[in-house]
């Protein structure tokens, strides 16, 4: 299954970047991807995954940007 | 009193930081821990955020992060005694991220208004009542009414009421077009006047409208070469600049004699300051963001950067003939009687073929206009290969190809039209021929010529009608090359053909209306689909699909693609040569942290700017 969520406050491509090749490291997770300009985080994982995989994602977000906000969309 | 948002907190950080550091300029304070406490001030008011983030991305593992290279060189300045420049720095890097982050934030609401289609409800009626619901809740077969100024929410068929829709965030076509019922409507248009009832075709997620908005937001993740090439590049730059940084405030004191280590440690704090990479790496998939928006205002999708880069590279242009260059339906171009009027002959053909549904009698028919009374035609018989025969009104007519005429014994006319003729005889007697045929779309021509003048070596048609045809339209339009009577795997084969006449770095297009030539799409370096306003079938198979179904907006895709380019190549020349230059001459004691913040957040906000020129879509004059 497919979830998107929007980070808000992603000023930075670089950032955005970062994010990105992080979330993808998850183990168990399909595909992962961080659109900076319209700063949408998709993860993709099978459906009993998601919900650790959402977590670790948002801890990862937590880490490398505090500032930024993981919204669900 | 109003919550302040994060940008008007910036704002007074950055004002109340710049007052104290003009008060500690203007104002001659004595004693030394006086001014440098007025100066800590300024610099803790204006950088403070920096130093705190450098700190805790440190904790985390990050050490090459633009936060800690300003705080690094910023603290830097002041432990060599240079305040004013340390402050200096911090303030116009704070004021440089400000614009940066407002420029962002302007793009992407300009990105995202053109993408302003999702429709947030659907007036389902249930139980004879209107409800207001979100539109995936909405089934297949029931029944919505879209008021004026309502976005269509679903694909669905007008069953009441008639309206004109603007269609422009689909088609960038401006002229609305009109429904009524037993039409298509397709979701993301806005109906402009009349109340419409309409039945749901599609759920939501399948309606073009949930298609179109998926396809634009994940244009993103298929990277052009210059992304890749940039990202990578900022892997190295950051690392390889603080390198030099410590090189040059390390050896030129050890080396030379008499070098004083303030000036070689200040040298060196510049090049910190310049290393980071933002200005590339926030512009160049800026501009490409802007080149996609840009097109998809103008009626074509284009799935990802690296397809619009490719596209300004297209050297063979391969089209389909049906349905691409033409309009894929049959009319009548001419009528010509050989006795009597051509409303006559046109009322004995549609009469003697008013029993047959194929393509020929039912465009014979459409041109008659008028209703057929069917008590006037008696006796229909279809002779296999050659036509009708049936008796009109008591009289015997035959309509029907050559070979009609040949059983007829008439004698056989030279034929030089490209399309289908039909000959028409009543007793024995010929009566005139009319002419059938798939007519050329009215842009056609022009599509050839302006992708020609826009540096295309060679245009291609392949076809599977006949010869005589499909050289008629190739010549008619201006082709360069025509390949007819194909098989649908006969296309691949050309194709193949043709790839062993391009030069390397060419690209080859195949143009075509998604229905038999999905091989070919996918062969192609780019495939570019006739959308047909919700053909499935093209939009997956396609790289490109128009929308509007007109051939010309292929030159248009490719002059919003050589923009793009051109953008993007002065942004990474603009970018890379004011911190090239600021680093030479910050390494030869010429620059000051002034300059290399400039060379920083100066550039990234003006290579930004120069990235939202993508969006504009210019109008080349025909």
Redesign the interface.
């Known amino acids: 299954m497919k979830k998107a969520f929007r980070l808000v406050?992603l000023?930075?491509?670089?950032c955005a970047?970062k994010i990105e090749a992080e979330v993808q490291k998850i183990p168990g997770i399909t595909a992962a991807?961080v659109?900076?300009?319209?700063?949408?985080m998709t993860l993709e994982a099978e459906r009993e995954a998601m919900p650790a995989i959402v977590e670790q994602a948002t801890a990862i977000v937590k880490?490398?940007e505090?500032d930024v906000e993981v919204v669900k969309a | 009193m109003k919550k302040w948002n994060a940008n008007q907190k910036r704002i007074a950080r950055i004002a109340a930081g710049g007052i104290v550091f003009v008060t500690g300029l203007l104002i001659p304070f004595s004693g030394y821990w006086v001014r440098l406490g007025v100066f800590l001030a300024a610099f803790l008011l204006a950088g403070g955020d920096v130093l705190w983030k450098a700190a805790r991305n440190i904790a985390h593992g990050q050490v090459f992060d633009e936060n800690f290279l300003m705080a690094i060189a910023s603290v830097g300045a002041f432990i060599i005694g240079e305040y004013p420049e340390g402050v200096a720095v911090m303030l116009f890097y704070q004021v440089g991220e400000l614009f940066q982050s407002m420029a962002v934030a302007k793009s992407r609401k300009s990105i995202t208004d053109l993408m302003d289609i999702r429709p947030d409800y659907a007036y389902v009626l249930r139980d004879g009542e209107p409800e207001k619901v979100d539109p995936d809740e909405v089934e297949i077969g029931e029944l919505i009414v879209i008021k004026p100024g309502e976005k269509v929410p679903l694909d669905a068929e007008v069953t009441e009421g008639s309206s004109m829709l603007d269609t422009a965030a689909l088609t960038g076509e401006s002229v609305p077009r009109e429904a009524g019922p037993g039409d298509a409507l397709l979701s993301g248009c806005i109906n402009l006047n009349g109340v419409l009832t309409a039945r749901v075709t599609k759920e939501y997620g399948e309606s073009t409208v949930s298609k179109i908005l998926d396809l634009v937001e994940n244009a993103g993740s298929l990277k052009s070469r210059s992304e890749n090439f940039i990202t990578k590049f900022a892997r190295y730059y950051t690392p390889a600049v603080v390198i030099l940084a410590v090189l040059l405030a390390v050896i030129p004191p050890l080396v030379l004699p008499g070098a004083a280590w303030a000036d070689w440690i200040y040298r060196a704090l510049t090049f910190l300051v310049i290393s980071c990479p933002c200005a590339l790496v926030i512009s160049v998939p800026l501009s490409f963001f802007g080149g996609l928006g840009a097109a998809s205002r103008s009626g074509i999708l284009v799935k990802g950067s690296n397809y619009l880069e490719a596209l300004a590279q297209a050297e063979i242009v391969v089209f389909d003939k049906t349905g691409t260059l033409t309009q894929g339906v049959f009319r009548v171009q001419e009528i010509r009687p050989a006795v009597g009027s051509p409303e006559q002959l046109l009322e004995l053909a549609a009469y003697a073929e008013s029993y047959s549904n194929h393509p020929i009698s039912l465009s014979l028919k459409e041109a008659y206009g008028k209703g057929l009374d069917s008590t006037r035609v008696t006796d229909v018989q279809e002779i296999a290969g050659c036509g009708v025969v049936a008796k009109v009104d008591g009289r015997q007519v035959a309509a029907g190809n050559q070979k009609m005429l040949a059983r007829l014994s008439l004698p056989q006319p030279e034929e030089h039209a490209a399309g289908t003729v039909v000959y028409v005889a009543a007793e024995g007697v010929y009566q005139g021929s009319i002419l059938i045929a798939d007519q050329v779309k009215p842009d056609a021509a022009e599509a050839i010529r302006s992708l020609k003048n826009a540096g295309v070596r060679q245009t291609v048609m392949l076809t599977g009608d006949t010869k005589r045809i499909g050289e008629q339209v190739a010549g008619q339009l201006g082709l360069d090359q025509a390949f007819t009577e194909l098989l649908p795997g006969d296309k691949v084969a050309k194709v193949e053909e043709l790839f062993a006449q391009k030069t390397e770095k060419g690209k080859l297009v195949f143009v075509g209306d998604g229905i038999n030539d999905a091989p070919v799409l996918a062969r192609a370096d780019l495939g570019a689909a006739m959308g047909g306003l919700g053909s499935d079938a093209a939009i997956e198979a396609a790289d490109i699909v128009i929308m509007t179904d007109e051939p010309s907006r292929l030159a248009d895709a490719m002059a919003i693609s050589r923009r793009t380019m051109g953008i993007v190549k002065e942004n990474i020349v603009f970018a890379l040569g004011v911190k090239l230059l600021v680093l030479i001459l910050g390494a030869a004691g010429y620059a000051s942290m002034w300059a290399a913040v400039f060379a920083d957040v100066g550039v990234s906000v003006l290579a930004i700017l120069n990235a939202m020129r993508a969006l504009k879509i210019k109008k080349e004059p025909a």
């Open positions: 406050g000023d930075f491509p670089n970047a991807s659109n900076f300009m319209t700063t949408k880490k490398l505090p």
